[in-house]
């Protein structure tokens, strides 16, 4: 019986191994291991042996029948890798193709700005100073000096969240937060989002950007604020660029100035963006009241200080040649794509 088993196990190896399908392989599974298989038979036979036979007997079969399935399990294995690479061939797939590339996003522009304004600020020596967007009266207006009936109190130019709560119409405010918590030598700069009630146009939208200015310490002066503004301007626009100051009032500051910078479209010639006049408005300045820094504990006998604020937005137009405000919060996609040189 042995020698029979043995044979049948090497018809079953040449068979299997010669078979081309998976249909094929099944069916000479079903012959060589099936219900009604030789094998099977052999087994069935098991019955009219003795007790003491079985055992062996039963062993060489089951030795047998492992054989054969160990031989199918390999031979579909190899058959199914075959189908798989067959399908791949046949479906053209070309797996030398490039890819689709990853689109990148691009940094907003006023994002590139304020991070280029920070730059040019740390590379001076400032630190940077954060400060909140919404704020109370004290920190916007009371300690800044502001009149009791100034007119940008008015619920119509601010918007007020509650009573003594709003959304902070300057970063002037981060002057106040700085000096209350420090004593000279200050030197920060303070970007960040600002609010007014005004009408979105070409120049205005009811949230924009500027960053502030603060450097108090002894024997501070007008013409620390005018080297400071320069060489911002300089390093932001071009070596070119000049800067130059109007005699302006803001409550905070003694004596006080806006300050222009020449036109970046006609370099101070006079065109139909500075409207001939050669220069571009683009924030306040001025030395820091007295009244200020006695407020908030600073001796005013010994330090005195200069802050300026600008526009952030006003800056990214003018330095991008974007045709107004407005765009700059549209998230429109055509117009966002053409900053990723910055990436
Ligand atoms: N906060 C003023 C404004 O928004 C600008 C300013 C800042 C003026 C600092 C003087 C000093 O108009």
């Given at each position: 019986m042995e020698t029979k088993l043995n044979q049948i196990v090497i018809a079953a190896e040449t068979a299997i191994k010669g078979a081309q399908s998976i249909h094929e392989l099944m069916n000479l599974k079903s012959e060589y291991i099936g219900k009604k298989s030789e094998v099977m038979n052999v087994m069935k036979t098991l019955g009219s042996l003795s007790p003491e036979e079985r055992p062996a007997v039963g062993k060489i079969i089951n030795i047998a029948k492992q054989k054969i399935e160990a031989l199918i399990d390999e031979k579909e294995n190899d058959l199914k890798e075959k189908e798989y690479l067959k399908t791949l061939q046949d479906s053209k797939l070309d797996m030398g193709m490039p890819g689709y590339a990853i689109q990148y996003g691009s940094l907003h522009p006023l994002t590139i700005v304020w991070r280029e304004i920070e730059d040019i600020f740390i590379s001076m020596g400032f630190d940077i100073a954060e400060g909140y967007d919404i704020e109370d009266e004290f920190h916007n207006f009371d300690a800044l000096n502001t009149p009791e009936d100034h007119p940008s109190r008015n619920l119509a130019d601010t918007f007020y969240i509650k009573d003594d709560v709003l959304l902070r119409t300057q970063t002037s405010t981060v002057q106040i937060r700085t000096m209350e918590k420090y004593q000279p030598p200050i030197k920060i700069i303070s970007p960040g989002r600002c609010y007014r009630n005004d009408r979105p146009d070409a120049s205005h939208s009811p949230a924009f950007h500027q960053v502030e200015a603060l450097v108090v310490d002894e024997n501070i002066t007008f013409q620390d604020l005018r080297d400071t503004l320069n060489t911002f301007v300089k390093k932001m626009f071009g070596s070119h660029m000049k800067s130059r100051f109007r005699p302006h009032f803001f409550?905070?500051?003694?004596?006080s100035a806006e300050i222009d910078i020449s036109c970046v479209n006609c370099g101070g010639k006079g065109c139909a963006i500075c409207k001939n006049s050669g220069w571009l408005e683009m924030g306040g300045a001025g030395m820091v009241d007295p009244n200020v820094l006695n407020k908030l504990g600073i001796d005013a006998e010994k330090y005195s200080g200069f802050a300026f604020g600008l526009g952030i937005d006003r800056i990214t137009i003018l330095k991008y040649n974007i045709p107004g405000l407005r765009i700059l919060y549209e998230n429109d996609i055509r117009f966002l794509k053409q900053f990723t040189f910055n990436n």
């Open positions: 409550p905070f500051t003694e004596p």
